[in-house]
């Protein structure tokens, strides 16, 4: 039985993640399944329980991104779009790319995380998850292929090997969402990116390959062709050692390419090839290839069937072997044993051994070390003595036809309310139609190369409307088939909450929660699910208004103290984005969304006309408050806008007032005096000395 290493992938990442929280992540895939993205693979990386209900774990996650102010990106083939799912909803920067001579095909993650517990200085120790996997964004990557992954951490200041690739890298994905070379303004759009960028700038770099006759791990970022950076980055090392190779797809015409020149350039003593067959036992290559590999020398292989069943019984079906891996090795005792793991098909775009074009490809060049001097390293591949009797060839971009990628992006940013589209070709663009459902959103005309137009104000309502339902649109006039694109969303603090409309005393509640668990459970209870999001599960009517502590005024003012808790907190700790939430959004608990309950209550005759009056009262004294401290300023100065619009809001308020003025004689007169002790914030009472 041959010693291959296995995980499960979802597994591996939460086993790195142990006692360290996420602050950000990058993640790159040719194929790019959003709904999945969001619902199964981001809560591996967040250690908090969640609802098995597809939707408020939504709400929940939402929450937990907020409290963390994490920042993410997903960067993706244009081509590579899986529309099928369910859409994007969460605060996730989602960057479309367009590689011009061949397909956007690295699949790597990288998550910048902290300790949980600080230090006895206070300070929380940062580390780099680095991973080169073979796995897309999508369920058949995560949970049903055959993949291979290696992650390496990197530590604060460590001197390292990786920093120079992996800077060049991250500039190189700036660069091509961009069109331009990076600048430090252009980096500063892609906050994830720059937040791993300082990170790597902290790190020093290693020049010496090896220590002590052993390999470091070396990043290929897609500047060199395979065999170009596997021979610099071993210094050759591999050189006459076995090489086997796994890999879903394989082209050529008589023979390959890819396998000719790793042939001339490492000389191996003996090659054995992973056969790639369908469900069917055909074999997904081209008969002549097939001849002409096993002319060049090749043996072909399979892996065990206990790795590939998905079940336990004889009978269960196969998993598809997705892994991409060229392993060399030498079949002695203590002998070494070097790997290349990543996105790397043995095509020739992949491998790209014409020295130019091709596809943009990563992975890690890795050397194993064995578990004691007298491990024997030996073929993961049994010999496959199994002739073909078909073959079905395929090509690496597969499928991507299916979603009907595009060269026009559209953007929304929920903030300014504006729509604005880019068309990514070199030339002007077609006359096009944007539309969802069959229904025309916006028609566009000749558009320009690389800039972006603003559309105008009634296109943008449309947009919006649209959005509160699905990211996905589809774009007629590119070609004979309609394309399929993924709405970039900004702003994301001013989106509406689709499935939480919680009542005044309930968002005061929430408010005053202290542990991102209670949150969850509270969000898990209060959810009101008006879809079969999952049909399992009990629609969850409205609470009925209860007379708690919470429903008068000790609650309100708890409530708001908590909430001011949070946000000189999230400002003190340079986490904007959680105070943009919490003041200035859209979403359930938004101060902004108080208000407007609180106005639509009054306009409706529902609640309490004084204790309307006294959480307007609170809302004013948070933004006197916080408006008026020195450090907060800047911030202050920066939110100009969401600062007037809520000032306006409270305005709004000014007939709440009237209405218990005009109550009786004397009230004009108290509430003069009410509000203004009302408004001034009391002093604390120093201690009394000598008094415990």
């Not at 604005?420 to 030339?427: F, I, N, S, Y």
């Amino acid at each position: 039985m041959p010693d291959i290493p296995r995980a499960v992938l979802s597994e591996h990442f939460q086993a790195c993640m142990e006692n360290r929280r996420l602050v950000s992540a990058v993640f790159t895939t040719f194929r790019f399944d959003p709904g999945f993205f969001e619902s199964e693979v981001l809560p591996v990386f967040f250690d908090v329980s969640l609802s098995h209900a597809n939707a408020i774990k939504l709400v929940q996650l939402s929450e937990v991104l907020t409290k963390q102010s994490v920042n993410l990106a997903v960067y993706y083939d244009q081509h590579g779009l899986v529309a099928e799912g369910a859409s994007a909803k969460l605060d996730v920067q989602r960057i479309p790319l367009q590689h011009p001579t061949g397909i956007f095909h690295p699949k790597n993650v990288l998550a910048l995380v902290e300790d949980v517990e600080p230090d006895e200085s206070g300070h929380r120790p940062r580390a780099l998850l680095c991973a080169c996997l073979s796995a897309n964004l999508t369920r058949a990557g995560w949970w049903e292929n055959v993949e291979v992954a290696h992650i390496e951490k990197l530590n604060e200041g460590e001197a390292t090997h990786l920093r120079a690739p992996l800077i060049a890298y991250l500039d190189r994905l700036v660069g091509t969402a961009e069109f331009r070379r990076p600048n430090d303004d252009l980096r500063r759009r892609h906050a994830a990116l720059w937040d791993i960028r300082k990170f790597l700038e902290g790190c020093r770099q290693r020049d010496h390959r090896t220590v002590g006759g052993r390999l470091h791990t070396q990043f290929h970022n897609g500047e060199e062709s395979l065999p170009d950076f596997i021979a610099n980055s071993s210094a050759n090392a591999v050189r006459g050692m076995c090489l086997e190779i796994l890999s879903p797809y394989i082209d050529g015409g008589e023979a390959s390419a890819p396998l000719a020149a790793l042939l001339e350039r490492f000389q191996p003593r003996d090659v054995r090839v992973h056969l790639p067959r369908n469900e069917r036992g055909e074999a997904q290559c081209a008969q002549a290839l097939y001849e002409g590999m096993t002319a060049q020398g090749v043996t072909w292989g399979e892996l065990p069937r206990d790795l590939l069943r998905m079940g336990r019984t004889e009978d269960a079906r196969l998993r598809t072997v997705h892994a991409k891996v060229y392993r060399f090795f030498e079949p002695k005792r203590g002998g070494r044993e070097i790997l290349y793991i990543g996105s790397t098909n043995m095509t020739q775009a992949g491998c790209r051994v014409a020295g130019q074009g091709g596809n943009w490809e990563t992975g890690f060049l890795v050397e194993n070390i064995p578990s004691s001097a007298h491990a024997k390293p030996d073929w993961w591949l049994a010999v496959d003595e199994v002739r073909p009797s078909h073959f079905a060839p395929r090509s690496e971009d597969e499928g991507t036809a299916a979603s009907g990628g595009t060269q026009l992006a559209v953007r929304y940013a929920w903030n300014r309310k504006e729509a604005a589209v880019l068309w990514r070709g070199k030339k002007p663009s077609p006359a096009l139609t944007v539309e969802h459902a069959g229904v025309r959103l916006f028609e566009l005309s000749s558009l320009p190369s690389r800039e972006w137009r603003v559309l105008d104000a009634e296109a943008a309502k449309r947009l919006e409307q649209t959005l509160l339902s699905t990211s996905f649109l589809q774009v007629r006039g590119e070609g004979p088939e309609p394309g399929v694109l993924l709405v970039q969303e900004e702003g994301m603090a001013q989106r509406p909450s689709l499935l939480l409309d919680l009542s005044t005393a309930e968002i005061l509640r929430y408010w005053a929660l202290l542990t991102v668990e209670q949150r969850a459970e509270f969000i898990a209870a209060h959810v009101r699910l008006t879809g079969d999001d999952d049909p399992l599960m009990a629609k969850i009517a409205p609470l009925p208004i209860e007379t708690t502590l919470f429903d008068r005024f000790a609650g309100i003012f708890h409530a708001f103290s908590c909430l001011e808790a949070r946000v000189r907190e999230a400002l003190d700790d340079k986490k904007e984005r959680e105070a943009d939430y919490r003041l200035f959004g859209r979403k359930y608990d938004s101060l902004g969304s108080l208000l407007d309950r609180v106005l639509t209550d009054e306009k409706a005759g529902q609640g309490d006309r004084v204790e309307h009056y006294v959480v307007v009262l609170c809302a004013r004294q948070l933004m006197d408050e916080l408006g008026s401290e020195p450090r907060y300023q800047g911030y202050w100065e920066a939110h100009r806008d969401d600062v007037r619009q809520l000032t306006e809001q409270l305005a709004s308020a000014s007939p709440l007032r009237e209405t218990l003025a005009a109550g009786s004689g004397e009230m004009p007169a108290f509430l003069d005096w009410f509000d203004d002790w009302f408004l001034r914030r009391a002093a604390p009472v120093p201690p009394t000395e000598g008094v415990a």
